[in-house]
């Protein structure tokens, strides 16, 4: 079956939230939870498979990445020869180390809400900003690997593939 596209899905998140706040006017309670499991997505396993596309950045002339200490993150909507990563979805690049570089989607897998990079030198956040962060209901993801540390989203962030070979970090769509 054709997987729908993350910015489809959310379409159809919304749709479905619409419906079922008419429906549920008309509606008993057993009929509205089957139509609200039917509409629930998990959106970890939406758009994972890769599409072939090569991104590549160069993270030393990069304004941004350039600057990054290790554990730290942005957030960037990456779109080279007319094709998008991540169905034009941000993703958040960290770096890990000067050798390492890891990329996930900016969504988090509770709602598809999006989430923050991890910040160490913001001292303002709940956790010493050193983990990915969704400020909705408060998940938080490692940024080494992309699983969860804690909160009610249960499933890791999806990671894309990269290679990193200095100063290019390419990244597998
Ligand atoms: S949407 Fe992220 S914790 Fe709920």
């Known amino acids: 079956m054709k997987k729908l596209p993350i910015l489809e899905n959310e379409c159809r998140r919304q749709f479905c939230k619409e419906a079922l706040m008419v429906s549920g006017l008309l509606l008993g309670g057993s009929t509205l939870s089957t139509l609200v499991s039917g509409c629930e997505t998990d959106v970890s396993k939406v758009s994972t498979e890769p599409t072939g596309e090569i991104f590549t950045i160069d ?14 993150g942005v957030k960037r909507t990456l779109t080279q020869n007319g094709k998008s990563l991540n169905n034009g979805t941000p993703v958040i690049i960290v770096r890990v180390n000067e050798n390492q570089y890891k990329v996930y989607t900016s969504l988090c897998t509770h709602e598809s809400n999006p989430i923050l990079p991890p910040n160490p030198l913001d001292e303002s956040r709940p956790d010493g900003g050193v983990n990915i962060w969704c400020t909705y209901h408060g998940s938080f993801f490692d940024p080494a690997n992309g699983s969860r540390v804690e909160g009610p989203a249960q499933n890791p962030l999806r990671e894309f593939t990269t290679q990193f070979v200095k100063p290019i970090l390419t990244i597998n769509g």
């Open 59 to 72: 993270v030393q002339n990069d304004a941004e990445i350039s600057k990054l200490v290790d554990g730290q």
